[in-house]
């Protein structure tokens, strides 16, 4: 289900079980061959593809496409919501839903600088509402939610998730092709190892001049379709154990 397509008394007489799922992605660069909003089309087709797998058992928000893109402002084009502005808004999603009566609600992640302040808004509206038992809150990021697109049979150059890399540029060939720049003759950025395992604090410019990073040189539209395919799988079976809960336990 859509909320944007549904009328007010249709989402009032839904099952208060029924998962809402909150897609959240960005508008930012993606270096010399791809567009500014990368990260907001190839969740808004994996999101579209489990809405329709899913058939009518998850209500599914509009993508939100503003994100956390702080680091990435030195190349033209980026917007950002700051860490705290986006915070609020993502605590404030939680909020309007709970007051709808809903209970199992659902953030799917398409951008890496959403993770920690989405995680956090999770953390947070745990806490505000300490008091219930029957809430279900969860942060998922769409490419860490345990799918490997590189065991499945097809060679792939990269292990992970990058920024403009195989994988993105790959999905991004399978659904608009049109908007993808000249990858083939696209060097490698290597992830590098920055201090880890410790966790560095990080500007783009920092590891990349061209603003990509990972081997987007590698990529195809075949390869693009499995990884939807691996994700998509991954967000359905996610929504399924959300269907199942029995509304009170730990485990999921
Ligand atoms: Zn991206």
Redesign the pocket.
């Known amino acids: 289900m859509k909320l944007a397509e549904l009328k007010w008394p249709d989402i009032a007489s839904l099952d208060k079980n029924t998962p809402v799922i909150f897609p959240v992605a960005?508008l930012?660069q993606?270096g010399h061959h791809m567009p500014l909003f990368?990260?907001s089309l190839?969740l808004g087709e994996v999101a579209r593809r489990a809405e329709e797998q899913l058939a009518g058992r998850a209500l599914f928000a509009p993508l939100q496409w503003l994100g956390n893109s702080d680091h990435h402002l030195e190349f033209a084009g980026t917007l950002s919501a700051s860490p705290r502005t986006y915070l609020d808004l993502l605590n404030g999603l939680y909020d309007n839903f709970i007051m709808h009566g809903f209970r199992r609600l659902i953030i799917i992640n398409?951008?890496?600088g959403n993770h920690v302040p989405g995680q956090q808004a999770v953390f947070e509206t745990r806490q505000r509402y300490r008091q219930r038992s029957d809430l279900l809150l969860l942060f998922g990021t769409y490419w860490l939610l345990g799918g490997k697109p590189d065991q499945q049979g097809t060679a792939m150059a990269q292990q992970q998730m990058g920024?403009?890399c195989e994988w993105?540029t790959s999905m991004m060939l399978a659904i608009r092709p049109e908007l993808v720049g000249d990858y083939r003759q696209v060097r490698e950025v290597p992830w590098g190892n920055p201090f880890l395992p410790a966790s560095r604090g990080w500007i783009t410019m920092d590891r990349t001049a061209p603003g990509h990073i990972g081997l987007p040189a590698h990529a195809s539209a075949e390869k693009g379709e499995l990884i939807f395919k691996t994700f998509t799988a991954d967000i359905t079976s996610l929504i399924e154990r959300v269907i199942n809960w029995n509304g009170q336990s730990w485990d999921g």
Request: aromatic share 0%; net charge negative; no cysteine.
């Open positions: 960005a930012e993606h990368t990260d190839l398409g951008h890496g920024h403009a993105e």
